[in-house]
C-alpha cells in the first residue's frame, strides 16, 4: 500500500521535537544524567545542573526576567495551576478574595480558578468581544480594591487572538492586583517582555517551541509572594519540590535558543496564503478570531463551514493524511462545543462546524495546497449530505 | 489506524447509502438539531397497499456515528413493512455495524428515532392508526421531548421553557417561555408544529410566546 501521505496541521496542540533539540537533550540522557546539585557536589552533578542553569539563562533572556524569577515545571498546565492556586493560597487571609478571568481562557486556568471557590474565592469573568478580544471596558469595571489576581490568555490556544496584555495588566495594577497571563500559545511566536508589558505571572511550555513535552517554566516577578502546590524537596527555589526534569529542561533552553523568528514570517505568509485559498475554493466561509491578522498567532487560523459538522471534517481529512481539530462536542472529551467560541457569543452550530488549522516551520506551500484540494472536495460532500441548506 | 470505529461505520462514513432527499415524500422526520452537533433527517416512500418501505433516503449533519448509523438504518428498512421497521433497534443498527463507542450510541439512538417517528407520522396521515387513541396531554410532551431547544442544545421538555400545553377539540396551544422576537423563535415553533400536526386528531397548532401573552392581558 502507498503510504499516506501525512500533513500534520495542529501545532497549536504541539509540535514535532527539532532534530537539534533531540541531540542535545541526548548528552544529558547518555552522560549528565545526575540529579542536578548544589556546587558542592560531585561532577555529574554539577554538569546537570550547568544544564539547568544554562536554559534558565536562555528562556530568562528571552523574557526579560531575571534567572531567579523563572520556576521550572512540568508544562503549562501545571504553570497555571501554581500561579492561580499557588497566590491564591498564600493570600488567603487576605481582604482580596476575586479572581477575574475570561471566557476564552484554557482549561487548567479556567478549572484552576473555579476550584478554588471552594475556599472562598470569588470568580468573575470577563467579556470577550466576538473576535475573542478581552472587552477592556467591562475589565475597568470589574476590578477593583477586592481583585486579587486577573488572569487573561496572551495568544488564545482555539481561535489564535491575541490580547493587549499591557492594558490588560495596567488595569490589574491601578488596582493593585496581580497579573498572570498564560503565553503557551504566544510565547516564542510573538513578542512578550515581561518587564515592558508589566507580567507578573506568566506561563509557557516547551513543546509548543519544537520542544519537548513534559516541561514548562512559570515565571513569578521578585516579590509576588505564591505557595507551592507540590511539596517536597527544595528544588526550584523553593517553589516547586521534584527531580528536576534536566533533559526536559536543557531541551527547553536549547529550542528556545535555536528558535528563528525568520521562521514564523515565513509560517505567517504560508498561514494567510492557507486562509486566501480556503476562501478562494470554498463558500460560506466564516473567521473565528481576530480579524486582523497582526493580532493572530501567527500560525494560527480557525474557521466554520457553514452546514456541516467538524468532526465529520476532521475525519475525512485524517483518512487523506490531514491533521486537524474541530471545536465540535463530537470531538471533545466532554461531548461539549468549544467553551472559548461559545464564550465569543457563536452559536453552537458555529462551534460545530469549526476547524482549527496550526501550521509549524516544517510545512510547504505544497502541503497547504493539499490540504484545500482535499478539503474542498470533504466540505462539497458533507454539504451534499447535510439536511441543512442556506437560507 | 486505531480510530475508534469499526471498519464498517468508517466504510458507511465513507460511502453512505441512500443520500438525499425524497421528493414527494409520504412521510419525513427529523430528529436532533445543528445546535445539538447531530440531525438526522428520513424521508419516506411507503406502499400504500402493502405499506412496505419501496424507498427511504436520509441527510444527516453530525459524525461519522450520525451518518454511519442512518445509512445502515435506510438498508434495513428497505422494503421492509411499517410494522417490521418499527421494530429496529439501535443496538441492531449498531451491531450491524460492528458495535459503535459508548459516547457515539446517541448518534445511532437519533437515527433510529427519525425512522420511527417517520412511520408514525406516516400512520397518522394516512388513516392507519388502529385504535385510535384521542390525543392526550401526555402524548404531546412525548412528542415535544423530540423538539431541541437550539438556545441550549436541550430539549424543550427537560428545560423549564414550555410553560403550558393546552388542548381543546383537537386545537393545541403551547405556550414557551421565549419572545416571538427571538432569534430562535421561529425554528422553534416550526418544529413543535412539525411534530404535533401529523398527530391524526389535531387540527391546529398554536405557539403562544411570552410577549404575545403579556400584550393581550
Avoid at chain 1, 114 to 127: I, W
Avoid at chain 1, 343 to 361: D, N, P, Q, T, W
Avoid at chain 2, 205 to 217: L, M
Wanted: hydrophobic letters at 40%; one cysteine or more; proline letters at 2%.
Amino acid at each position: 500500500m502507498k503510504k499516506l501521505r501525512e500533513v500534520y496541521l495542529d501545532n497549536n496542540a504541539t509540535t514535532r521535537v527539532d532534530e537539534r533539540v533531540i541531540r542535545y537533550m541526548n548528552k544529558f540522557f547518555r552522560n549528565d544524567y545526575a540529579v542536578a546539585s548544589s556546587q558542592f557536589s560531585h561532577a555529574p552533578g554539577i554538569r546537570a545542573k550547568e544544564g539547568i542553569d544554562l536554559a534558565r539563562h536562555i528562556i530568562s533572556k528571552r523574557i526579560n526576567c531575571d534567572v531567579e524569577e523563572l520556576v521550572f515545571t512540568s508544562g503549562a498546565t501545571e504553570s497555571n495551576n501554581l500561579a492561580i492556586k499557588g497566590l491564591a493560597m498564600s493570600n488567603q487571609d487576605s481582604k482580596r478574595n476575586k479572581i477575574i478571568i475570561s471566557g476564552v481562557e484554557h482549561f487548567s486556568v479556567l478549572q484552576s480558578a473555579q476550584s478554588l471557590e471552594k475556599s472562598g474565592f470569588k470568580v468573575e469573568t470577563v467579556n470577550v468581544n466576538n473576535q475573542g478580544f478581552v472587552d477592556i471596558e467591562s475589565l475597568k469595571k470589574l476590578v477593583d480594591e477586592k481583585t486579587l489576581l486577573v488572569s487573561i490568555i496572551a495568544g488564545n490556544n482555539e481561535v489564535g487572538t491575541v490580547q493587549d496584555i499591557k492594558s490588560i495588566a495596567e488595569i490589574s495594577h491601578k488596582v493593585g492586583a496581580i497579573f498572570h497571563t498564560d503565553a503557551a500559545v504566544l510565547f516564542m511566536q510573538g513578542q512578550i517582555d515581561v518587564q515592558e508589558q508589566e507580567i507578573d505571572m506568566m506561563s509557557i511550555t516547551a513543546h509548543k517551541i519544537y520542544g519537548p513535552k513534559g516541561v514548562g517554566a512559570l515565571y513569578v516577578k521578585r516579590g509576588t509572594k505564591i505557595e507551592k502546590i507540590i511539596d517536597g524537596g527544595y528544588q526550584e527555589f523553593n517553589f516547586r519540590s521534584g527531580t528536576e526534569n534536566v533533559s526536559g529542561i536543557a531541551g527547553f533552553g536549547k529550542a528556545v535558543e535555536i528558535y528563528s523568528d525568520e521562521e514564523t514570517k515565513k509560517i505567517r505568509s504560508l498561514r494567510d496564503y492557507l486562509y486566501e485559498q480556503i476562501k478562494n475554493n470554498i463558500s460560506e466561509v466564516e473567521l473565528n478570531g481576530a480579524e486582523d491578522f497582526n493580532k493572530r498567532i501567527p500560525n494560527n487560523l480557525n474557521v466554520s463551514f457553514k452546514y456541516i459538522e467538524g468532526e465529520s471534517v476532521v475525519l475525512h481529512l485524517d483518512m487523506r493524511g490531514i491533521a486537524v481539530v474541530t471545536g465540535s462536542a463530537c470531538f471533545s472529551r466532554a461531548l461539549q462545543a468549544s467553551h472559548i467560541l461559545l464564550a465569543m457569543g457563536f452559536s453552537h452550530e458555529r462551534a460545530h462546524g469549526s476547524i482549527r488549522f496550526s501550521l509549524s516551520k516544517y510545512n510547504t506551500k505544497d502541503d497547504i495546497d493539499y490540504t484545500v484540494n482535499q478539503l474542498k472536495e470533504v466540505v462539497e460532500n458533507l454539504r451534499n449530505l447535510s439536511p441543512i441548506k442556506e437560507v | 489506524m486505531s480510530l475508534p470505529y469499526s471498519k464498517k461505520v468508517l466504510e458507511y462514513f465513507m460511502h453512505p447509502k441512500n443520500v438525499g432527499e425524497i421528493e414527494h415524500a409520504d412521510a419525513s422526520a427529523t430528529e436532533g438539531s445543528p445546535a445539538c452537533g447531530d440531525m438526522v433527517k428520513l424521508y419516506l416512500k411507503v406502499n400504500s397497499d402493502t405499506h412496505k418501505i419501496d424507498d427511504i433516503k436520509f441527510q444527516s449533519y453530525g459524525c461519522a456515528s450520525n451518518i454511519a448509523t442512518a445509512s445502515i438504518i435506510t438498508e434495513i428498512a428497505q422494503n421492509k413493512t411499517l410494522e417490521e421497521a418499527k421494530k429496529i433497534t439501535w443496538q441492531q443498527a449498531s451491531d450491524t455495524l460492528g458495535g459503535l463507542p459508548p459516547v457515539k450510541v446517541h448518534c445511532a439512538v437519533l437515527a433510529v428515532d427519525a425512522l420511527k417517528i417517520a412511520i408514525e407520522n406516516y400512520e397518522h396521515t394516512h388513516g392507519l392508526i388502529k385504535e385510535k387513541k384521542p390525543t392526550t396531554i401526555d402524548v404531546i410532551k412525548d412528542r415535544l421531548k423530540h423538539v431541541i431547544n437550539p438556545i441550549t442544545g436541550i430539549d424543550v421538555m427537560q428545560v423549564n421553557f414550555i410553560k403550558d400545553i393546552k388542548l381543546k377539540d383537537g386545537n393545541v396551544g403551547v405556550f414557551v417561555i421565549l419572545d416571538s422576537n427571538h432569534q430562535f423563535a421561529n425554528n422553534i415553533a416550526e418544529e413543535i408544529k412539525e411534530r404535533l400536526e401529523p398527530l391524526w386528531d389535531i387540527k391546529d397548532v398554536k405557539i403562544i410566546f411570552s410577549d404575545t401573552i403579556d400584550s393581550k392581558k
